[in-house]
């Protein structure tokens, strides 16, 4: 597993930082012309010292009243039109910025939701959660203020030693000399802060996922009664985050302070040289006064170094953190169309439209060798949605390719011990077309990653698994979860209505009583608002059969040509499971079946069932055969010992 709490490589901050330039990209015109105008306005800045020596030397020291209006009127609309510029900067990048951060977080979401399940599996939530928030809010403010004056500063100060040297060359040395230190000590507090930075950041992201999880968890927190031991781990990483940005501050402040003491230390001895110097008569009283208000006008820019350069620090940080996300690799080559985006990833409302929702929508072809499953009734209706008529498959003759099946494949978990066994082996297993075949084993025994390998949640790693003949592996991601639906043990739902829940599934509206009615989720019609009740975060206000039930719903709705279900009626009582059972036989009369069952009354609704033991199939038949020849899976299905417990 990848550290994610450290930079992979130890690149500078500014070849991280240039990684953003495709995002910068589009609105470089904008971003230039801001940049400008700021340089334009600082070194109207600059004049004023000019305007103040031609006042003193001229009217003040002519007696010239009039002379010393028309400076003051020169002055002012030096003033004005300082400020006007600094305002149209402002105006220019505000709203293509917000674009930029957009863009990112877009970039990033997408991405996130392409990324394998392992990939979730290594990252905590909240490392991600913040790196699409605070990070990114940090590259923006970056992009708005230090990049654009970073770069005013320079050329301000640039031309203000430039104005301060032709005026007095020798006044202007004494101001030069203290940059070389300054300097210096700006490389050495950027290494340090960097490093100091990138620790809040991923201390920020820590104490996320800590966070996220009380708040999921609040149920168990408060059960088991552990807010005090969960307030104290959220206590100490939050003193950690803290001691980091005070080290974070007292670098700065150290920055800070010799920043801003060494130019006055020579602003101070320029002072008294000059005033030497008028004094001897060898420099004017108007050079002077322009001298070291040019020098006070470059305070700020000298000042304001030291928070750019953290700032900086910061977005390089953010934007490293964002593209360790980024450059994760997706899994295969995406075969999906452009605009496509794979899986059921994304909220009801935002998702995809369903490529077969409507009755006359084509089924899905799929790719390869595969014969034309089954043909299409003309009307198109009455058939499951899916690559073939189930229906009639039954009466054709049994093709060897038809349904799902397991050549030899091996899985294991890409972050399990290396000298580990694999966790399925040499798994070979036919679930022919229209039969519904049942999974059962002891807890842990790799039931659920099985079905997981068949929407390719996880890569198998070994073998290869081909519905109706067709590889899985060569199929486009869209297509392939397009023909198989799933109800997974711990039914999530989604902060949307109860009905775009289910219809996440494929489907329309008629669909939608359907699939309610095989989950028996009748108990939606009586919500307050029917299905367009919206259930909370998780669902967390529907009881857990009830979510449970939805999430069935889901799976059937679509029609799917395969259904994958992980022991969907566990949190059912006796009653409800009995319903939903006579229900579901009609739906899997209708598919090809692969159903986790841990209890005797799911592995009914299968036609046959394959024992999962040691990593292999260890036996296949039906309920009655394997009672009869096999030990364990008559003890599996005895009810001896607390279902599903481990011997
Ligand atoms: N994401 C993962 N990364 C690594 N190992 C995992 C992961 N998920 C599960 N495992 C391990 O794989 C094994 C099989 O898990 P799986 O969830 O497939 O079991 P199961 O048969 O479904 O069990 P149950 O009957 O309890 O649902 C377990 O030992 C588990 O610890
Ligand atoms: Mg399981």
Known sequence: ???????????????????????????????????????????????????????????????????????????????????????????????????????????????????????????????????????????RMFLAFPLT???????????????????????????????????????LFETRYSLAARRAQDQVGDLTTLVEESVLGVRIIKGFGRHRSQARAFGSLARELRGTELHKARLLAALWGVITAIPELAIGAALVLGTVRVADGGLSAGTLVA???????????????????AMSQEAGTATERFFEVLDEPLPAPSLNPPGVGGGKGGLPGATPPDPHAGPAAPAPRLRGSAPDPAPQTPEGLEMPRGAGNCATSHTQPADENLGIRFHHVAFRYPDAPSDSPPLLSEIDLHIRSGETMAIVGGTGSGKTTLTALVPRLYEATGGRITLDGVDIAGMPRDELRALVAVAFEEPTLFSASVGENVLMGGGDTDDLD???????????????????????EQGLSLSGGQRQRLALARAVVGRPRFLVLDDPLSALDVHTEARVEAALRDVLRETTALVVAHRPSTVMLADRVALLSGGRIAAVGTHQELLRSNAEYAWLMSGA????EER
């Open 1 to 139: 597993m990848p550290d994610i709490h450290a930079p992979t490589k130890n690149q500078s901050t500014v070849r991280t930082l240039l990684r953003l330039w495709p995002y910068v990209r589009p609105v470089r015109t904008r971003l230039f012309s801001a940049a400008f105008i700021a340089v334009l306005a600082s070194c109207l800045g600059l004049l004023i010292p000019l305007v103040l020596k031609w006042i003193v030397d001229g009217p003040v020291s002519d007696g010239d009243p009039g002379g010393v209006w028309l400076g003051a009127l020169v002055l002012l609309l030096l003033g004005v039109a300082e400020a006007l510029l600094f305002g149209l900067r402002r105006w220019l990048v505000a709203r293509p910025l917000a674009g930029v951060e957009a863009a990112m977080r877009a970039d990033l979401y997408r991405h996130v939701q392409r990324l394998p399940v392992s990939f979730h599996d290594r990252w905590p939530s909240g490392q991600l959660l913040s790196r699409g928030t605070t990070d990114l809010s940090l590259v």
């Open 149 to 187: 004056f970073l770069l005013v500063n320079a050329v301000t100060i640039l031309v203000g030693f430039v104005i301060l040297l032709s005026q007095e060359w020798t006044l202007g040395l004494v101001l030069i000399v203290p940059v070389v230190p300054l300097v210096g000590l700006c490389s």
């Open 291 to 309: 001298f070291l208000s040019t020098a006070l006008a470059l305070r700020w820019p000298v000042d304001s170094i030291g928070f750019l350069l």
């Open 514 to 536: 359907r699939a309610l009615d095989v989950a028996q989720a009748g108990f939606v019609r009586e919500l307050p608002h029917g299905v367009e009740t919206q259930v909370g």
């Open 641 to 644: 010992g607390d279902e599903g």
